[in-house]
Every structure is written in C-alpha cells, then in structure tokens.
C-alpha cells in the first residue's frame, strides 16, 4: 500500500463545493418525503432512475433536466429520485469505475479530482434541476464526502454481506436500500436489513462514532446468478410475498422492498424493465399487502437506448449497462401513472 495523495477534509471542500442553507432545508424536506413513503404514511411510490453510471457532467445534467420536468408532471403518484451513481463495482477489478475514480472516463485513476468532480455533479444536479440524488456506496469511506449531498443511498449486492457497510447504513440520516446478495439468499438480505436498522459504534471519518440505528433502511430485489453464472429473477409475487414475510418475522421496521427492474432480473436485457416495471405494478391489484410493501422501482435509464464502448463518444448513452433511452422511459413513466390508482 503506496501513500499517493493526502485528502481533503470534508471542510476543506469550501462554500463551492457544499450546499447553501436553502438547498439543506430543501434536502432535508425530500429526505423527509422518502421517509413518509417508506413508512407508509404517505402512499406515493418511489422511482429510482437514471444512468447506470453517471460518465460525465454534460449529459447526466442533461438527462436530469428532462427527468426534472417528469417528476413535476407525476408528482402527485410518484416521488422521482434521480439515480447519479459515481462509483461502478467491477466483478473483475477491472474496467470503469466511475466519475470518483475516473474523472475523465480514462484509464487515469485520480480520486482527488474525482471527489471534486463527484460533489460538483451532485451539487449541479440540484442547482439545475432542484432534484436531490441517489448514489451507491461503494465502500464506506467514500460516503463521508458525499452523504451529505444526497437524499438516498443504496448498497449493491456485492457489498452488501459487508458489516463495515451495514454499520455506515446504519446511520438514519439517509435512507438505505441494500440490494440482495448476487447468491441471491433472501435470509442474507433480510439480516442485512436488520443490521443496518441496529445501533453501532465505529470508525469513520478519523472518528469513533456511534449510531442509532436506520428505520429506514429497507430491501432492494434485483436478481442473482447461480454458481454456474445464469441470472435468475426474484422480481415475481411470490419472491416479494415470501421476502415480506420474512421481514416481518424478524421484526424489521417499516416494511418496504424496491424492485430493481434491471440487472438479473431483466437478465442484462435493458428493454425488458418495462414489462418487469408493469408487472409489478399489476401485482398492487391481486393483494394490498404487496401494494403497501412494495414502495417503488430502479430502472436503468439514459437519454440514448443501450452502451457503448468509452471514448466512442456518443452524447448521453452508457459506457457500462446498457440502459433504456429517454423516449421509451418517458413512456414507461406515463403507463405506470395510468396503471397506479
């Protein structure tokens, strides 16, 4: 291990890089919105879209301008939260891994210039677009300087069996979706819950520090891969019935799982979330215990359809997941509405 750089501390940032007084109480305010979702108190659903890597500043800001404009029109049903990942896990180690580690979407690693540019995107988004985002924790650390620029984190499924990432979800600021092992065992993920929703005492951010426990830290359901590599979905009624009732008995609070429409579950083919997102809207008629438990959807979504290679350039389309364009997403958006009473 080679010391390279000395960071900053979050402090140390300065006024250009935080948010102002106003933009705090507005976060605050949708950390607050989400929170009523996921409690129940308020019936909206949650959807969770966007890129499956935000590549560059240009087009997320672009793409979050128009979902903008969406969120306002459906705002009444749904709570839209833009999905700005700036960290990519690599199954391989290998391969882009996001704006914090790639700033320039190279093969330069450069954290510092990618925290810079991290808080700047997060930070643009909401001046732009008045919209707070989702981002992944990919490993604790990072999460001490950008938390305080979002309003949901998630926590994917290859970190998802970690404890230090539990403890760091543990802290109820936000609220954490944890994503369900790529094994795909349900009891994992619902211990995974509970830990998260325990108190803690840690290191973090040259800090001992103690929790109090995350309420609101809930499930996220996105499919798994076998030992022999095939993907396997666990979107369908009974995954969610049998999910549900295992969280209920281990006494998890504020029961919600969000369906994560891409990834196993759509099998790596991107077009097939909107049959998954329908379907699973068309469960909240069959039972109105799925319709209170399930509390919103992910989906993978750019402004061009599908992914491309980096460097090839093309404004707006993917270089990691492929993901659904706007046009086909702006329309899964308008159905789910009709669907949702």
């Known amino acids: ?146 938390s305080n620029l979002l309003c949901y984190m998630a926590v994917g499924a290859r970190s998802v069996e970690d404890h230090g990432h539990r403890m760091v979800a543990s802290d109820d600021e936000l609220p954490v979706g944890l994503k369900n092992p790529m094994g795909g065992s349900k009891i994992v993920l619902v211990n995974s819950v509970n830990a998260a929703q325990k108190k803690h005492r840690f290191i973090y951010g040259g800090w001992e520090v103690e929790t109090d426990g995350n309420p609101y830290a809930h499930a996220i359901l996105r499919g798994f891969v076998n030992k022999g590599g095939r993907n396997y979905q666990n979107y369908h009624y009974e995954d969610i019935v049998e999910l549900h009732d295992l969280e209920y008995k281990n006494n998890i609070k504020n029961l919600s799982v969000i369906i994560d429409c891409n990834h196993s579950n759509s099998n790596k083919n991107y077009e097939e979330q909107c049959r998954i997102a329908k379907e699973v809207f068309g469960f909240f008629a069959e039972n109105e215990a799925v319709r209170e438990y399930v509390k919103g959807l992910m989906i993978e979504s750019y402004i061009e359809d599908g992914c491309q290679l980096p460097g090839q350039g093309i404004f707006g389309k993917s270089i990691t997941d492929p993901c659904l364009g706007w046009k086909k997403t702006k329309d899964l958006i308008d159905k789910l509405y009709n669907m949702f009473e």
């Open 1 to 146: 291990m080679h010391r390279v750089k000395k960071l900053p501390s979050l402090k140390e940032f300065g006024d250009k890089y935080s948010l102002t007084d106003v933009e705090k109480e507005n976060r605050i305010k949708r950390i607050a919105e989400i929170k009523k979702i996921l409690s129940g108190e308020d019936k909206r659903k949650i959807l969770i879209i966007g890129p499956c890597s935000a590549d560059r500043e240009d087009s997320v800001l672009e793409y979050v301008s128009r979902l903008a404009v969406v969120a306002a029109e459906v705002s009444d049903k749904f709570l839209i939260i833009p999905r700005i990942y700036t960290s990519k896990p690599r199954t391989t180690g290998e391969g882009y891994k996001g704006i914090l580690h790639n700033p320039y979407a190279d093969n330069q690693e450069d954290l510092l210039q990618g925290l810079y540019s991290t808080r700047k995107l997060h930070i643009n988004v909401i001046r732009e677009t008045g919209l707070f985002s989702a981002d992944e924790m990919l490993y604790p650390e990072e999460m001490y300087y950008i």
